[in-house]
T-cell receptor, first 109, second 112 residues
């Protein structure tokens, strides 16, 4: 079956922008989400975007949605060491939330 | 107190033992979920419940059972644990509007 796909690792320098990419599976998904998981913790909802939107900005976070290509991205501006975590993309599909495998973001000082 | 509390945080158990993982929430949400996380595989849905009388199988329900004791409580049982059930287990809640899930901190289960 198709999966929500993300690259597994991303490394950036402190102060740079990070861009985490995701390809989702279902063009009829109504909501798409980004979650953050810090070590030893559960997933924390960062932001979500409704499928009729192309972009959503929330402080340092920018979400871009390309429905034609089923591509979702999360940009973190001015990345800080506290942003080091695993980031999960997810799509809402009927009664299920389908998750990617997560991208581990490492921020180097 | 956390919005979603899972107990225990860590558990080591032997093959063949029965084990229960518990979840309680203070969000007042009707919808509750159990997920399993394995490295490189993301989260996979085990069971979900939309209200006290509703139980539904997820993608990987074999070997697991659940009980929704109250709106706030949703427990996951492994009737006879096996080593490939070693994983991180998460409980989550949501309301009907689907503005994302609230997750617990997880239970790390090791079956030896």
């Amino acid at each position: 079956g198709e999966d929500v796909e993300q690259s597994l690792f991303l490394s950036v320098r402190e102060g740079d922008s990070s861009v985490i990419n995701c390809t989702y599976t279902d063009s009829s998904s109504t909501y798409l989400y980004w979650y953050k998981q810090e070590p030893g913790a559960g997933l924390q909802l960062l932001t979500y975007i409704f499928s009729n939107m192309d972009m959503k900005q929330d402080q340092r976070l920018t979400v871009l949605l390309n429905k034609k290509d089923k591509h979702l991205s999360l940009r973190i501006a001015d990345t800080q060491t506290g942003d080091s975590a695993i980031y999960f993309c997810a799509e809402r599909n009927n009664n299920d939330m389908r998750f990617g495998a997560g991208t581990r973001l490492t921020v180097k000082p | 107190d956390a919005d979603v509390t899972q107990t225990p945080r860590n558990r080591i158990t032997k093959t063949g033992k029965r084990i229960m993982l518990e979840c309680s929430q203070t969000k007042g949400h009707d919808r509750m979920y159990w997920y399993r996380q394995d490295p490189g595989l993301g989260l996979r849905l085990i069971y979900y419940s939309f209200d006290v009388k509703d139980i539904n199988k997820g993608e990987i329900s074999d070997g697991y059972s659940v009980s929704r004791q109250a709106q706030a409580k949703f427990s996951l049982s492994l009737e006879s644990a096996i080593p490939n059930q070693t994983a991180l287990y998460f409980c989550a809640t949501s309301d009907f509007q689907d503005y994302g899930y609230t997750f617990g901190s997880g239970t790390r289960l090791t079956v030896v």
